[in-house]
């Protein structure tokens, strides 16, 4: 007697697709999506809108002799300048930090793990009365630097740039870091047997690896150096066309009720800002597809 095989029966597309779909403990794309829009909406547009309809009110005559002083240029220059610098600085020496703290072990790695992050929990008032108290010309560094290397830091732009640093070093670092914990050490040991010295290892293996988060700790930093007040008012001395930045500018206007004034600054900072950001993603994008190829 034979047996009789089950027939199979037919799956449509649709079936098969809902048998595909994976669970997701979230609520549906359209809920979430519209949660998402109303959030960002109600946190990030429309106090950025309104910032911009306010300034809308002043005619271009008044905007532009509000926002091309040369007291406000002067500001420009400072925060933008001072910004780029420690955003540099930071991606240099905060690069060398992530590496150590990845590759190399020593005693006290994770009180020095920890101290990484004391810039963000600091307040940043704390900070700068710190700094200005370490280097001032009667603090404990200030004294040595002024008066071995004839240098003086604190109420000068070097001041600023400092306090910049230190609130920036952060964002490079813990960008850096899990990227080089994820890095493939097999790939360093491939271009080693086949020759290459540890330079050449370095710039051709780790650096294209580490380049799209080096890039975006850079753009972290600056974007967070560039609205700073707290730690910097303090180490910056304020002096008009010499080291007041342009957050406390913005502030100045503020208690002296001109407040068009105040935010017609703060949409060039806007500008320029997004500006820097939509650069440092652009060039973001072309070293991932780069790395990519």
Known sequence: MSAVLPVAKPVSVEAAKKKRAPYR????????LGFTVFYLTLIV??????????TFTMT???????????????????????????????????????????????????????????????????????????YSSNGWLGTFIE????????FTPLGVVLALTFIGLPFVVRTVQPVLEDAERELEEAAASLGASSLQTFVKVVFPTILPSLMTGFA???????????????????????????????ITKLEQYD????????VVMLIVSFIMLLTINLLQAWARGKSGK
């Open 259 to 266: 407040y068009t004034g105040a935010t017609a600054i703060a």
């Open 220 to 250: 972290l930093a600056f974007a967070r150096a560039t609205g700073e007040y707290g730690s910097v008012i303090f180490i910056a001395g304020n002096m008009p066309m010499v080291s007041e930045i342009t957050p406390l500018f913005i």
């Open 45 to 54: 547009l429309i106090p950025l809108s309104s910032v911009f309809l306010k």
């Open 147 to 154: 008066g071995t290397l004839g240098i003086k830091v604190a």
């Open 60 to 134: 271009w005559e008044a905007f532009w002799g509000a926002v091309t002083s040369d007291r406000v240029m002067a500001s420009y220059r400072l925060t933008f300048g001072a910004s780029l610098i420690a955003a540099s600085l930071n991606v240099v020496f905060g690069g060398i930090v992530a590496w150590v703290l990845v590759r190399y072990r020593f005693p006290g790695k994770r009180l020095v793990d920890a101290l990484v992050d004391l810039p963000f929990a600091l307040p940043t008032a704390v900070a700068g009365i710190t700094l200005t108290a370490l």
């Open 25 to 32: 403990v979230m609520p549906g794309f359209k809920l979430s």
